[in-house]
């Protein structure tokens, strides 16, 4: 097994068998972080290979002091996706105007209502405090474990999972959710 750190380095350094390891030990986490960006899963796919690609021509630019590896590959496959997403928002709708007011009318409302809940989640992420809004977004942006944030932040395990509980309880009220057994005080 290799230390946290030093596999990103392999692959820098040419090793090739450092690549299906960097596969095996990260494609979970890219994969998670790909699906929240894309929807369809064949997309997916393609901007999961397009993540390696990248992560192998930019593994040389890993700092271990900086950052944990998971951190880096996170941070790699976030902004590849987001850039990815931005391209596509700038290609032409190719879809026939009377398929999408089909759509709109079957699915407007709750695209705006998920809308409206998503910018109310925001907002209560906004009003926390920082420690607990920079654990709540690596957990739920990044998709990192709890572990990985702990070793991010430098905070306690149990802080990190309390700053989560606490930031899932608050954004729950502030949506008028009831807690769900076992949640709250």
């Known amino acids: 097994m ?29 994969w998670s972080l790909a699906r929240r960006f894309i929807a369809i899963e064949a997309d997916a796919e393609e901007a999961v290979q397009d993540v390696f690609m990248e992560l192998w021509s930019k593994a040389d630019r890993f700092d ?3 950052a944990a590896e998971a951190t880096f590959v996170s941070m790699v496959a976030r902004r590849r996706l987001i850039d990815r997403g931005r391209k596509e928002s700038r290609l032409p709708d190719r879809q026939p105007l009377a398929d999408l007011e089909q759509q709109l009318s079957k699915d407007g409302h709750a695209a705006i209502e998920a809308s409206v809940e998503s910018e109310r989640v925001l907002q209560a992420i906004d009003r ?12 739920t942006w990044l998709g990192m474990t709890h572990a990985a944030i702990a070793e991010e932040t430098d905070l306690p395990l149990g802080t990190v999972k309390s700053h ?5 309880i608050r954004i729950r009220e502030q949506l008028g959710i009831a807690p769900a057994d076992g949640a709250g005080s």
């Open 2 to 30: 290799n230390p946290d750190g030093q596999l990103l380095q392999r692959i820098a350094d040419g090793d090739r068998s450092a690549v299906s390891e960097c596969i095996d030990r990260y494609s979970g986490l890219v």
């Open 164 to 168: 989560l509980r606490r930031g899932l």
């Open 64 to 66: 271990p002091d900086k």
């Open 128 to 139: 926390m405090e920082p420690d607990q809004r920079r654990v709540l977004r690596m957990a």
